[in-house]
């Protein structure tokens, strides 16, 4: 009998109105796993090469994995995968929270959407049935009145509910999908695809839970975990949320500033975490089963920016790229603006990032009024960010423009190019490559374009050398060099990474340095789960398959060694702080690239080569 899963894929027909089901067998499961993996999978097998990712042909996954649900932290994740309206590449999203297991208990692994429903519709999923709705009167809607409209239609509090929001609907590039109207899938777009197929909801509930393999092995685990806790290194996230670092990057000169002109930011300590604890922070809030409680919830009633906690509160990300980007150290206006992406459905990141391209060409010159319909769009200006973000969810005026993106909008106007901060099109998060220098190459290389989480970051293999050495890494080196043991680094962590984000897993709770649990106590509770008896090198095959998979869908679409590259800002060196003067060379990311694919089994120019996708069971893809 199966453990940890259904052994049941919906597919959902939205042009026809029809539901599958289908039973793959448990081969298919300990090959593609669920999350990242599983919709890469089915990306490549329904999704024709050079598909317009907002037509009828893309084909939107939405997956949870084997351990998804299970009692214990860290195992509420869920993600969307898709080809990207921001990047054309393949598209991948990750997002914890209430609904992944809430999903799994309704019967099913995974949605996958097929085609475009010719009106709005919500997939209605409990205890192992499932049906299309009509959804014309959410078109329009905010997420909070979508989420109150859904659950008082069918008459139950509790159901948990996944939407795109109004800026998917209106086809913003970076637009997100929001669960609990707080938690965002936000990278590459997905709400853009999820509302282009007309589907304005999903819906979950039941009490289907997977049997496990071992459940005292599990209880023991979670048992150590929330005693391990208040003395481990991720004690402090508890407290003040991933915002416990702005002002830590900041002094290091890691914090972007000014969209990326400096690494240290005068008004860090504003937006701090520990600020924000004493501040508007209301309540921590949290995921299924997960002793953490790093979610922030904030609220202020007074003032110019008042703030709701039904919409949660500004993770480090979000106080970067609203905040530093854009020169900004109001923290109720940070607040406020990271509330409008949660109502509207925008990824904080690129929205933010976007902005802060935008007050950086005009300071450049590159704009007037003329251009940003009479807005000043200058560092500093909080009001400035929080009309452009009403502009962009609503694809108003100049909004319409920053909505494709900073490096379409650059490409449409004609002007800044060189101001704008992407890889892949896709605007980088606020961890600097000039400070951790791996970063530099995994977001050149990364198939969803630049992400701080594909990859384990430079400090830890100085900082925690035990747990390092479970992956067979025993050489730590410098932060600041980029030579072929730290390829090596960042392409085995890349690869584990990559495993956790097809078991679904989160990157607070488990993972090779900081986090709560290590790599081998994974290895313990994937087994413990499904009893698959995996070990760590098994794990890491699992991480690399999926790699492989991205990689394979971006080559069929024309992605070559070109597009792995980096934004002229990061050759160009800092003012400010303890990075002034420090820039990467071009020389030392292509040296990197060339070490990278040779490490992977890849050509020279980044595309798996047939005995490489063979070794991992891959030899079906036609790669063009």
Known sequence: ?????????????????????????????????GGSALGAYYLLKHTPPHADPLGPENTLTVAVSVLTGASLGGLSRVTLTAKSPLTGAIGDSES???????????????????????????LWVHDGEAELRPAGHLWGKTTGEVEDLLKAELGDPKVHIMQPGIAGENGVRMAAVMTMANRANGRTGMGA????????????????????????????????????????????????????????????????????????????????????????????????ACPIRCKRVVEVTEGKYKVDPRYGGPEYESLATLGAYCGIDDLNAVAYANQLCAMY?????????????????????????????????????????????????????FGDILAEGSARAAEKIGRGQELVVTAKKQELPAHMPQVKRSLGLIYAVNPFGADHQSSEHDPSYNWYPERMAQLGLTNPQPNDVLNEEKVRFALVTEWLYSAMDTFNVCQFVFGPSWHLYDVSQLVEAINAITGWGLDIPALLKVGERRLNLLRAFNAREGFTREDDKLPKKLFQPLKGGKTDGVALTPEEIEQAKDLYYQMAGWDENGIPKPETLAKLGLDWIDLG
Request: with cysteine; hydrophobic share 40%.
């Open 193 to 288: 695809v999820m509302a282009s197929k007309g589907l304005r909801a999903i819906v979950v509930r039941g009490k289907a839970r997977p049997k496990v393999a071992d459940k005292k092995k599990l209880a023991e685990l979670a048992r150590w975990g929330g005693k391990a806790f208040p003395e481990s290194d991720v004690y402090g996230m508890g407290l003040y949320g991933t915002a416990e670092i702005v002002l830590s990057q900041s002094k290091q000169g890691g914090l972007p500033t000014r969209n990326w002109e400096s690494g240290t930011f005068e008004g860090a300590e504003a937006i701090n975490g520990k600020t924000m604890a004493e501040t508007i922070l209301k309540e921590r809030d949290t995921c299924y």
């Open 96 to 122: 914890g929270g209430f609904f992944p297991a809430e999903m799994k208990w309704a019967g099913f692994d995974a949605f996958v959407f097929h085609g475009q429903a010719p009106e709005p519709v919500y």
């Open 345 to 397: 459905g925008l990824d904080t990141i690129s929205t933010g990032a976007t902005i802060a391209w935008a007050m950086d060409a005009f300071e450049h010159g590159y704009l007037t009024t003329a251009d940003t319909d009479g807005v000043e769009l200058r560092f500093g200006n909080a009001d400035a960010l929080i009309t452009m973000i009403e502009k962009i969810a609503r694809r108003e005026g």
């Open 1 to 33: 009998m199966p453990y940890g899963y259904h052994g049941k894929i919906l597919h959902v027909y939205l042009d026809q109105g029809r539901l599958e089901v289908e039973t793959p067998p448990e081969s298919f499961y300990r090959t593609y796993v």
